[in-house]
């Protein structure tokens, strides 16, 4: 064994010889004579390098390279720095260097500065380094295409050149900044007092320790946010895969905002030209929500103090760089809590879609979640202009275009169900809503809810595909409590003096509607807007005027008998009341009015304007009865009976009210005029002429003030 020992000995003196041979050589050798050479070589590439320190080599426990004062910039901005740094330091292995191969065992970096400027042109500082690169690149290939060949000489076959293999025990960066400034728009951000280090970041080894810190900082930001992310990292074998073991994210800004991602799992690929796989644990916890709305300089608060506290988000993170799902996702919102999945689908460069359109990304999301009560999320109500102002306020309106452009360009699917779901003051049990949108196109599959008392049913599609929009819509709702709905589209906080009557409905009706519009911007929507609506309803009530008691003023008057003694309800309740709606933008035409009102018969027709605020119906009361109902007034004229007395509803939205509804002027003098023809023949004969004039003014007046008289 004596042999092996010595043959030990001799294998460490001959190290030892030859590792101070390298020592002596290196440091005999003045790095700094190649400054001028390294300049010029980077000036070639369009790049203007200042190197104010020494060049340096470090010996021990690595061989290093060490560059003190680097400025990088573009070669026709010299003075404008695009990076610098106190010290770059880059160490390589000793053994692997012998075995004819780079092994980047430390990297250090001292103060590095990154200034990132757009000009006022819109046009980047790095964008000068990268045209002159590629300036170079062009020239480069010109002039070996116009050089005369050379005779090819056989040569033995080159040894493989060595590579650069990632082999980091370490990694150091202190200080770092980097700014980004936009002359354009006068905005500019910076990352400052980053701080990184990672060490054991070996390719196949065990886990390495991997720790950032950085201070986010704004012209949008009101106050900086801070960034520290702490991860346990491992690095497949020829850098294929890596695994977070788990990896932390926290930002936090000021007191009040405070946000943390947890990641868990890998990322991994077969081999170098394969598709990455995902496979990620996924958990953000966001508290609260206001918080960061504050910090990034927004105002906006929610009506409830308990909105927008917390968000969580818990998923499993799978697919491919191509694809990814996410499922199963929970998702917290406050108290409020929805299940389902997410995903997202790349536009291959290669992908077409149905229309042979190049393809375009996809994204997906389907939700199931209990009550939400939306009001809680949604701004404090602002003080209520007077309806005139209201008004000039919406003819004043200038039309919004529409967004177009940022409608098309990707694919996207939501399913989203709710137990129940309270916005604006409307409850609304079970809503279902599926939207399929391809390339600009929107099509509502289903929208779907019971609300207040009956059910909603809607489809429709919405085309952005081209220079203006058009859409359709249909559907209908089946037993739905109108009273409830005016309450809570309309309702005011606003008391109610004892002498103002506004006009109400209640009671339970069908609607159908089918409609459709185009344009380019919301106005044009609204005028191009046309729509047909059926509504039927079994019993309902209109409030506060009482139509079968102006009948009867209108019977008492034409026979001069008393009215009946009784309490007449400020209301008249309708049965199986029928109507058609067809809507041309702002106006729309009420046709083929019927309903029954005890023993009174109504039909009529009208229009309501909504930019003009008004509507104006003409009505026909009839009687079909000796009574107009059980207890109210009799009719002892037959000729009283089935013929219509005219009304006309006429007033602005804000004026409605008892006094709406008054005998119709129009067709008053229609019905004189043949009550008095009758009177006057059976009671006059050949005199008729003589005494119809009389007659004519004596019924007149009696009619004008029917409608104004008391009990």
Same mark, same amino acid.
């Given at each position: 064994?004596?042999?092996?020992?010595?043959?030990?000995?001799?294998?460490?003196?001959?190290?030892?010889?030859?590792?101070?041979?390298?020592?002596?050589?290196?440091?005999?050798?003045?790095?700094?004579?190649?400054?001028?050479?390294?300049?010029?070589?980077?000036?070639?590439?369009?790049? =203007?390098?200042?190197?104010?320190? +020494?060049?340096?080599?470090?010996?021990?426990?690595?061989?290093?390279?060490?560059?003190?004062?680097? *400025?990088?910039?573009?070669?026709?901005?010299?003075?404008?720095?695009?990076?610098?740094?106190?010290?770059?330091?880059?160490?390589?292995?000793?053994?692997?260097?012998?075995?004819?191969?780079?092994?980047?065992?430390?990297?250090?970096?001292?103060?590095?500065?990154?200034?990132?400027?757009?000009?006022?042109?819109?046009?980047?500082?790095?964008?000068?380094?990268?045209?002159?690169?590629?300036?170079?690149?062009?020239?480069?290939?010109?002039?070996?295409?116009?050089?005369?060949?050379?005779?090819?000489?056989?040569?033995?076959?080159?040894?493989?050149?060595?590579?650069?293999?990632?082999?980091?025990?370490?990694?150091?960066?202190?200080?770092?900044?980097?700014?980004?400034?936009?002359?354009?728009?006068?905005?500019?951000?910076?990352?400052?007092?980053?701080?990184?280090?990672?060490?054991?970041?070996?390719?196949?080894?065990?886990?390495?320790?991997?720790?950032?810190?950085?201070?986010?900082?704004?012209?949008?930001?009101?106050?900086?946010?801070?960034?520290?992310?702490?991860?346990?990292?491992?690095?497949?074998?020829?850098?294929?895969?890596?695994?977070?073991?788990?990896?932390?994210?926290?930002?936090?800004?000021?007191?009040?905002?405070?946000?943390?991602?947890?990641?868990?799992?890998?990322?991994?690929?077969?081999?170098?030209?394969?598709?990455?796989?995902?496979?990620?644990?996924?958990?953000?916890?966001?508290?609260?929500?206001?918080?960061?709305?504050?910090?990034?300089?927004?105002?906006?608060?929610?009506?409830?103090?308990?909105?927008?506290?917390?968000?969580?988000?818990?998923?499993?993170?799978?697919?491919?760089?191509?694809?990814?799902?996410?499922?199963?996702?929970?998702?917290?919102?406050?108290?409020?809590?929805?299940?389902?999945?997410?995903?997202?689908?790349?536009?291959?460069?290669?992908?077409?879609?149905?229309?042979?359109?190049?393809?375009?990304?996809?994204? =997906?999301?389907?939700?199931?979640?209990?009550?939400?009560?939306?009001?809680?999320?949604?701004? %404090?109500?602002?003080?209520? %202009?007077?309806?005139?102002?209201?008004?000039?306020?919406?003819?004043?309106?200038?039309?919004?275009?529409?967004?177009?452009?940022?409608?098309?360009? /990707?694919?996207?699917?939501?399913?989203?169900?709710?137990?129940?779901?309270?916005?604006?003051?409307?409850?609304?049990?079970?809503?279902?809503?599926?939207?399929?949108?391809?390339?600009?196109?929107?099509?509502?599959?289903?929208?779907?809810?019971?609300?207040?008392?009956?059910?909603?049913?809607?489809?429709?599609?919405?085309?952005?595909?081209?220079?203006?929009?058009?859409?359709?819509?249909?559907?209908?709702?089946?037993?739905?409590?109108?009273?409830?709905?005016?309450?809570?589209?309309?309702?005011?906080?606003?008391?109610?003096?004892?002498?103002?009557?506004?006009?109400?409905?209640?009671? *339970?009706?069908?609607?159908?509607?089918?409609?459709?519009?185009?344009?380019?911007?919301?106005?044009?929507?609204?005028?191009?807007?046309?729509?047909?609506?059926?509504?039927?309803?079994?019993?309902?009530?209109?409030?506060?005027?009482?139509?079968?008691?102006?009948?009867?003023?209108?019977?008492?008057?034409?026979?001069?008998?008393?009215?009946?003694?009784?309490?007449?309800?400020?209301?008249?309740?309708?049965? +199986?009341?029928?109507?058609?709606?067809?809507?041309?933008?702002?106006?729309?035409?009420?046709?083929?009015?019927?309903?029954?009102?005890?023993?009174?018969?109504?039909?009529? +027709?009208?229009?309501?304007?909504?930019?003009?605020?008004?509507?104006?119906?003409?009505?026909?009361?009839?009687?079909?009865?000796?009574?107009?109902?059980?207890?109210?007034?009799?009719?002892?004229? =037959?000729?009283?009976?089935?013929?219509?007395?005219?009304?006309?509803?006429?007033?602005?939205?804000?004026?409605?009210?008892?006094?709406?509804? *008054?005998?119709?002027?129009?067709?008053? +003098?229609?019905?004189?005029?043949?009550?008095?023809?009758?009177?006057?023949?059976?009671?006059?004969?050949?005199?008729?002429?003589?005494?119809?004039?009389?007659?004519?003014?004596?019924?007149?007046?009696?009619?004008?003030?029917? /409608?104004?008289?008391?009990?």
């Amino acid at each position: 064994m004596a042999w092996i020992k010595r043959g030990l000995i001799t294998l460490v003196v001959l190290f030892a010889l030859f590792a101070g041979t390298v020592a002596w050589f290196l440091s005999g050798l003045d790095a700094n004579q190649y400054k001028p050479k390294i300049v010029q070589l980077a000036a070639d590439q369009g790049v =203007s390098l200042t190197l104010d320190g +020494d060049i340096g080599w470090q010996l021990w426990p690595n061989i290093a390279l060490k560059l003190e004062g680097v *400025k990088v910039a573009p070669l026709a901005l010299p003075s404008e720095s695009l990076l610098q740094a106190d010290k770059v330091a880059v160490g390589v292995g000793l053994m692997p260097l012998l075995n004819k191969r780079i092994e980047a065992q430390e990297v250090v970096l001292l103060a590095p500065q990154v200034a990132l400027t757009v000009d006022q042109n819109g046009k980047g500082n790095w964008e000068l380094i990268t045209e002159a690169m590629e300036a170079k690149a062009q020239q480069d290939a010109k002039q070996q295409r116009e050089t005369p060949p050379t005779l090819d000489i056989p040569q033995q076959e080159a040894a493989p050149s060595a590579g650069l293999e990632l082999a980091l025990q370490e990694l150091r960066l202190e200080d770092g900044v980097l700014r980004y400034t936009d002359k354009q728009n006068g905005s500019e951000y910076s990352i400052s007092e980053l701080d990184i280090s990672a060490d054991n970041l070996i390719p196949g080894g065990k886990p390495g320790d991997v720790q950032l810190s950085a201070k986010l900082a704004g012209s949008d930001l009101p106050q900086p946010v801070e960034l520290n992310i702490h991860s346990s990292l491992a690095i497949d074998e020829g850098l294929n895969g890596l695994r977070l073991q788990p990896a932390t994210i926290k930002l936090t800004s000021g007191d009040d905002a405070s946000a943390e991602v947890y990641l868990r799992g890998n990322v991994r690929r077969a081999k170098a030209d394969a598709p990455w796989q995902i496979q990620l644990n996924l958990k953000v916890d966001v508290a609260p929500i206001s918080g960061w709305l504050a910090a990034v300089g927004s105002s906006y608060k929610p009506q409830s103090t308990s909105a927008l506290q917390k968000l969580k988000i818990d998923t499993d993170v799978t697919g491919s760089d191509h694809q990814m799902n996410m499922q199963p996702l929970e998702l917290v919102l406050d108290e409020h809590t929805f299940t389902g999945s997410a995903s997202y689908q790349a536009a291959l460069d290669n992908s077409k879609g149905a229309n042979g359109a190049k393809g375009v990304p996809t994204v =997906s999301l389907s939700l199931k979640g209990g009550e939400l009560n939306v009001d809680d999320y949604l701004p %404090p109500p602002v003080a209520t %202009p007077e309806q005139d102002e209201l008004s000039a306020d919406i003819a004043a309106a200038k039309p919004v275009p529409l967004p177009l452009e940022a409608m098309r360009g /990707f694919n996207a699917k939501l399913d989203l169900t709710l137990n129940k779901l309270h916005a604006l003051d409307f409850d609304i049990d079970k809503p279902e809503l599926a939207i399929n949108v391809q390339n600009g196109l929107y099509q509502l599959n289903k929208l779907a809810a019971g609300v207040y008392g009956g059910t909603l049913n809607s489809t429709g599609v919405f085309n952005a595909r081209g220079n203006s929009a058009r859409g359709e819509l249909s559907g209908g709702l089946s037993g739905v409590e109108i009273s409830k709905v005016r309450e809570a589209l309309f309702a005011s906080d606003e008391p109610q003096t004892a002498d103002q009557n506004k006009v109400t409905l209640s009671g *339970k009706t069908d609607l159908t509607w089918v409609g459709q519009t185009s344009g380019a911007d919301t106005q044009a929507l609204q005028k191009n807007l046309r729509a047909a609506v059926q509504l039927n309803s079994q019993e309902l009530a209109l409030a506060p005027f009482n139509l079968e008691k102006g009948m009867c003023q209108l019977v008492s008057y034409a026979e001069k008998t008393p009215m009946p003694e009784r309490e007449w309800p400020a209301q008249t309740r309708m049965q +199986d009341l029928r109507a058609s709606v067809n809507l041309n933008g702002d106006v729309a035409k009420v046709d083929g009015i019927n309903a029954g009102i005890e023993n009174i018969a109504l039909s009529g +027709d009208g229009t309501i304007n909504l930019e003009q605020q008004d509507f104006d119906f003409a009505l026909g009361l009839a009687l079909v009865g000796e009574r107009t109902s059980g207890n109210g007034c009799s009719v002892q004229n =037959s000729r009283w009976r089935n013929r219509p007395l005219p009304l006309r509803c006429k007033a602005k939205f804000s004026e409605a009210g008892a006094t709406t509804c *008054k005998p119709d002027s129009r067709r008053l +003098d229609d019905l004189i005029r043949e009550e008095l023809k009758y009177k006057a023949q059976k009671k006059y004969g050949d005199q008729l002429e003589e005494k119809s004039e009389k007659l004519r003014d004596k019924l007149k007046d009696r009619f004008k003030g029917l /409608f104004n008289r008391g009990d």
